[in-house]
C-alpha cells in the first residue's frame, strides 16, 4: 500500500489531505446556498438517493461475498468499503460527468454528515455478520469528515456568499488547480497499489465490479426522474470512501489484506464508474 514502496505514508497522506480539500473548497467557491434549497425541497428523492447509498450497496456487498465465499479479509474489505459513503472525488466526477448543479453538492453533505453516524452503527452491524470486533467512535469519523469534507466545502461556501465578485474570480483558477492535484493524486496512487490491486486476484475484482454495477444501476433507478440526479445518485452510490474503510481498519489493526482489498475495491469501483460516464455520455 502507500507507504510501503517509493513513497512513504506521511507524505501520501498530506499529498491526499491537501488534494482533498483543494478540490472540495473549489466546489464550495462556486455553490450557492440557494443549491441547498432547490435540494432540500424534493424529499422523496433524498429518501431514495439515501436508500441507494445507505442500504443498497451496504446489502448488496455482504450478499455477494457470503455468496462467493471470499476469503475473511476480502469481505471484512469490501464490506467496510461499501459502508463507507461519502467519496469526496464522488462529487468532483458527479459534476463533471453531467450531474445536477445543485443536487449534486446538498447530497454529498447530506451523505458526509450522516455518515458520522451511520459508519460506527454499520460497524456493529458488521460485526454480527462476519463475527468479528471492531470499533469506531463517531468522534474519530465527525473528525475525518470535517476536515476533508464540510471544511473546506463550508469556507468556499462562506467566500461565495460573502465575496460573490471575488468568488467568481479565482474559481476557474482553483477548479483547475484541484483538477490537476486529483489527476497527480491518483498517478501517485497507481503507481503504489497497481501490485496490490492485481495481486488481489481476479474473483476480487469481479466482486467489485459486479458491487460497484448493481450500486450505479440502483443509484440511475432510484435517482430519477431526470437524466443529472440519476447521474449525481449512481454516481454516489458507486464511489465508497477509502478513507473512512482505512480509518476502521487501521484503527483496529486489521490484517494488510484489509488495506489491499480496500485499495484494490477503490480502483475497479472507479473504473466501472468511468464505464458508465462514458455510457451515459454517448
Known sequence: MPGAGWISLPVFSIIAVATVFTVM?????AMDVRDLRWALSRPALLVRSLFSVFVVVPVV?????R????????????????IAPGAPV????????????????????????????TMPLSVMLLNYVFDTHGEVSV??????????????????????????????????GIRRLGGMMLVAFLVVVLASIWRLVF???LLLAVTAIAISIVALAAGHLLGGPAVETRTAVAISSALRNPGLALLV?????????????IFAYLIWAAASTAGYIAMTRR
Open 25 to 29: 473548497f473549489a466546489i464550495g467557491v
Open 61 to 65: 456487498a455482504v450478499l455477494f461475498t
Open 67 to 82: 455468496w462467493l465465499g471470499l476469503p475473511r479479509e476480502a469481505e471484512v474489505g469490501i464490506a467496510l468499503m461499501a
Open 90 to 117: 464522488a462529487l468532483r466526477r458527479s459534476l463533471d460527468a453531467g450531474g445536477h448543479q445543485a443536487f449534486a453538492p446538498a447530497l454529498q453533505l447530506l451523505i458526509a454528515t450522516l455518515a458520522v453516524v
Open 139 to 172: 468522534v474519530t469519523v465527525a473528525q475525518q469528515v470535517f476536515i476533508a469534507q464540510l471544511l473546506p466545502l463550508g469556507l468556499g461556501l462562506a467566500v461565495h456568499r460573502l465575496a460573490p465578485t471575488f468568488a467568481a474570480r479565482i474559481e476557474p
Open 199 to 201: 495481486g488481489a486476484g
Open 249 to 261: 481498519a487501521t484503527s483496529n489493526s486489521a490484517p494488510p489484506e484489509v488495506s489491499a482489498t
